[in-house]
C-alpha cells in the first residue's frame, strides 16, 4: 500500500516536499518512483529511487531542481521539489515495483513501465 501526500498551492520559485508511505511490502527488494499528469497530457515519471542501493533518476525536466531520498526505518520516500514552475502543475502519484529480475539482476529504478502498485495522487499547483 503507498500513501502519498504533502501537494498544495505554492507561486513561482517555491517548494514542497511530497511523502510516500509505503507499506506490506519488503522495502529493499523494490523502487519507488514518482509520476506526474498534467491535465489533457500524458503521465510521465519524473524521479525514482531504488531502496536498496538508493540509486536514482531525475527526468530532464526535473533534474536540478527536485532531489528523491528515502528513510527506510519509516518506509517512506519523500520528493523534495524546489525553484517550482507552473509547469509543475500536476497530480503527483508514487508508485512501486520489485526490481529483482527472475533468475538474477536488478531492474534499474527507471523501468517505468513496470510500475505495477499505486497509491492515490496528490495535487501541485504551481501560480505564475
Known amino acids: 500500500q503507498l500513501q502519498a501526500s504533502g501537494g498544495g498551492l505554492v507561486q513561482t520559485g517555491g517548494s514542497l516536499r511530497l511523502s510516500c508511505a509505503a507499506s506490506g511490502f519488503t522495502f529493499d527488494d523494490y523502487a519507488i518512483g514518482w509520476f506526474r499528469q498534467a491535465p489533457g497530457k500524458e503521465r510521465e515519471g519524473v524521479s525514482c529511487i531504488s531502496l536498496s542501493d538508493e540509486s536514482s533518476y531525475y527526468a530532464d525536466s526535473v533534474r536540478g531542481r527536485f532531489t528523491v531520498s528515502s528513510d527506510n526505518a519509516e518506509n517512506t520516500v519523500y520528493l523534495q521539489m524546489t525553484n517550482l514552475k507552473p509547469e509543475d502543475t500536476a497530480v503527483y502519484s508514487c508508485?512501486?515495483?520489485?526490481?529483482?529480475?527472475?533468475?538474477?539482476?536488478?531492474?534499474?529504478?527507471?523501468?517505468?513501465?513496470?510500475?505495477?502498485?499505486w497509491g492515490q495522487g496528490t495535487l501541485v499547483t504551481v501560480s505564475s
Open positions: 508508485a512501486a515495483f520489485r526490481v529483482i529480475v527472475p533468475g538474477g539482476g536488478r531492474y534499474y529504478c527507471n523501468a517505468f513501465n513496470k510500475y505495477d502498485y
